[in-house]
């Protein structure tokens, strides 16, 4: 194997992160570097700043203090580019982000929600987009639902779909936070299994997620979030297997039992 | 009572039912068309985030929801020149007022269509790097409008009924000239009748499309 920089360097970076809502202090200081390929997740109790945080990765959440770095570059609070800065147009090309309750656009069929961002985004041509949506909509299973609207789907057809819909802009890195936390029962392995095919394919992910076998099983770190600092982190064995701090030896018992 | 219904003096005059009729279908749609293009700039200003924009937007709102549309056509005919200091055509008047009214109502209709979509929209949209302006274009606005097309049509039917009151600053719209027919005629019921028909022929289909239309948009939701 050759030994290439590029593949160490980090994709996503966050340094020194706070956020606060008024005088409620969410994040209070976190750290966390993605290296390309790295599939993080991000457990711990309700409240606890796990979305936030993911939220900033993709400045949905603007942060009080501290800097995204994507590429090594910083991202600076404006949408367009400036100098050495990029903005938050050019990180949300980039990383990807899937949603517990979907957000599929209603008023458009299946595949228009997957060329949309391709064509008005990336200004790719509609047979170019077309192209790539149908294959990503068959690699989650839902080629023939392409003229469907989101209405007459199921939630785990949904949200194949809204995953489709994220790696149509090929990201570098995709964000998902408790995506399948609104899905009934029978319905949260298609959609896991959608994941663990993209981690199988190197796929940089940060995935927010109370599916704690899932989260061991694909993951190939993980981040246990208590009162918004990072309180433990390590490999699967690490965390859910051996936890060290007592919150987490607490919050890991409850789902064993 | 037996009345003897005659309208055969009446029907003599119809080129002034129509070109009354003519007149009200104008204003009614010119009206409507600044209407919208105020109502948009309005909601936008609302919409702004920016506190004296927002303000000034508020405040005209205010004021046309607030007074009666006879007081603002009396106030822009008659008043309004003292202020600038001119006169005022009464077609001009009219038709300026009539705009501003249903702007104030409009911005209020899109306003409320816009705000009701869901937050995940905005932020699916964002997701997908576009920007606020590609978001509210192509994502917000065609869904809010899809929901306030109902209001929006049943405005529009109030303004049409609405434009009836700029006959008082003499504008010759259906009302006026049925009161143009009655005083030629003596025949009050005939001529007030068939203005009444009149309004009924043209707003009926709107407001069963408006009916029909919110059936079907409550069936794909
Ligand atoms: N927009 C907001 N305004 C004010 N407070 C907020 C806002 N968003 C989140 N919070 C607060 O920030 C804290 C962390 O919320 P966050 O949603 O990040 O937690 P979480 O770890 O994702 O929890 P859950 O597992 O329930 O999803 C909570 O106390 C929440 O009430
Ligand atoms: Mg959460």
Redesign the interface.
Known sequence: MTLNPEMNAPVIEAISLRKSYGTHEVLKGLDLSLARGEVVALIGPSGSGKSTFIRCL?M?ETPTQGTIRFREKSVSRR?ADKGEEIGI??L??HV??V?Q?F?????KTVLQNVT??PI???RRTRKEAEELAMDLLSQVGLAEKHSAYP?HLSGGQKQRV?IA??L??EPEVLLLDEVTSALDPELVGEVLSVIRGLADKGMTMAIVTHEMAFAADVATRILFLDQGVIAETGSAEDVILNPKNPRLQGFVARFNG | MNYNWDFHAVLQSWDLFLWGLWITIIYTFGSILFGVVIGFLTCAARLSGLWGVNAIARVYQEMFRCTPLLVQLLWFYYAFPLLIGGSIDNRVAALLTLSLYVGAFYAEIFRGGIVSIDKGQHEAAAAIGMSSWQSMYRIILPQAMKRVLPSFINQSVIQFKNTSLVSVISVADLAYMAAVVNGQTYRPLESYTLMAGLYIAMLLPLTQAADWIERRLKVSD
């Not at chain 1, 957000?103 to 008023?107: A, Q």
């Open positions: 993709n949905m949408f147009g050019t949300r090309r990807g982000m949603f309750h957000n599929l656009f209603p008023h949309e961002g008005i985004v990336c209405n809204a819909r994220a149509a802009m």
